[in-house]
């Protein structure tokens, strides 16, 4: 790729907001995660429209970048990964759902199985084909969501359906990895070596983001980050080894004022302690900002932290509640004239991070990435410019 933009959504100039993704920092990331994990190959998580923001620009700049396998949570995001990733392994976290083996061959796919139904299917699809399909195996070392226990994992070992096919990966996932001093990590990393040598042929992958981190016990043959690529912190509470990927900037449509008694929004569910100046911004929850990051009364009452935008370098907390397409901010502490009508002001980037952000609103950045609304107007920077020279 060369450096430039490349847009998309709706024109930039008819939109609530603008979306920058920085495709370089993307694949700064993508590197950094695979130096954190010398000797294993660094594969990239694009699931949910690569966490929002878009899976076919993601997938090709990490693929650009040297990553050669990704793994998506359903078939529809496969196939869509297979187009902007030729010759990459993609696998399909969710699994062999019926009636989709056909789909799987298709698309040249490899379903990660979790049970047992799923291996003896694979396996049979492999004997009519004549060929050895790949397929990863998922073993539950705790977490109780998919994947083989570990005693139907280990019958597995020496069984003919096992033979049928090629299981190229076996993979766990870790349940708490953000939390490094949380014992369920080592009683995982344990149950997940004990697997490992049941299957000494057969390459191991364990670490999610916040797996990377805890050592070099996780690492295994393959890393399977997702969060941190987007800009995410994998080590919560400590200062984040990543860069921003994302920044996103909604546009003032009005400016007012209000006094002491008033209130601002749906149900009144903010008064006005003294004069203050607001600005209402052109996006809601419709667009993916949480309707939980409000600045009502009883939020603050309850100590409850409430969204903020960042105005000509200050921040500005959200007042009232956050409407379908309308959130209202008080921008008192800005300068007057240092805010007018058709201004874009920052709710990620400026030092706003999507953690903050997920936090600011009782959820997880990880939310408000996949959450991204479709009416912003987006535009994908490649390598060479820094996020903050487009928007
Ligand atoms: C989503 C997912 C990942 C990526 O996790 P992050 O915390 O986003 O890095 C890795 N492995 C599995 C099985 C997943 O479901």
Not at 163 to 171: E, R, S
Not at 321 to 340: F, H, K
Request: glycine share 12%; proline share 7%; hydrophobic share 45%.
């Amino acid at each position: 790729m060369t450096a430039g933009f490349d847009q998309a959504g709706p024109r930039h100039e008819e939109a609530g907001a603008w979306l920058t993704v920085d495709l370089g920092a993307l694949a700064w990331n993508w590197r950094r995660l695979r130096d954190e994990a010398p000797g294993a190959e660094c594969a990239a998580v694009v699931k949910a429209d690569a966490y929002g923001i878009g899976l076919e620009r993601a997938a090709a700049a990490l693929a650009a970048a040297g990553c050669r396998t990704f793994f998506v949570a359903h078939l529809a995001e496969g196939a869509r990964a297979r187009a902007a990733a030729p010759g990459a392994a993609i696998y399909v976290l969710n699994g062999l759902l019926p009636g989709t083996g056909p789909a799987y061959r298709a698309g040249d796919l490899r379903p990660v199985l979790g049970s047992r139904e799923e291996v003896a299917e694979w396996a049979a699809l492999s004997r009519e084909t004549g060929a050895r399909l790949p397929a990863a195996l998922h073993v539950d070392t705790g977490m109780n969501r998919l994947g083989l226990a570990p005693e139907e994992a280990l019958t597995l070992a020496g069984h003919p359906d096992l033979a049928a096919f090629t299981p190229a990966l076996v993979m766990s996932h870790l349940m708490v990895a953000e939390e490094p001093a949380n014992p369920a990590n080592r009683r995982q990393i344990e149950a997940f070596a004990a697997i490992r040598q049941a299957f000494p042929e057969v390459p191991g992958s364990l670490a999610n983001s916040s797996g990377i981190f805890l050592g070099p016990d996780t690492h295994h043959d393959l890393v399977r980050p997702g969060y941190a690529l987007y800009g995410g912190n994998p080590m919560p509470g400590r200062p984040s080894p990543m860069r921003p990927v994302v920044a996103l900037r909604a546009r003032v449509v009005q400016l007012r004022r209000v006094e002491a008694g008033e209130s601002a929004g749906y149900g009144a569910a903010w008064t006005a302690p003294g004069p203050r100046r607001l600005a209402t911004l052109s996006v809601g929850y419709a667009d993916g900002l949480p309707r939980a990051a409000s600045g009502t009364g009883a939020a603050l009452a309850e100590g409850q932290p409430r969204g903020e935008a960042v105005v000509a370098g200050r921040r500005c907390p959200f007042v009232g509640r956050v409407s379908m397409d309308l959130t209202i901010i008080d921008v008192s502490a800005v300068p007057e004239g240092a805010i007018r009508r058709g201004d874009a002001v920052a709710l990620i980037g400026d030092g706003l991070t999507v953690d903050e952000v997920g936090a600011r609103a009782g959820t997880i950045g990880y939310e408000i990435l996949t959450g991204l609304g479709r009416r912003y107007a987006r535009t994908y920077m490649d390598e060479g410019l820094g996020l903050t020279e487009r928007v």
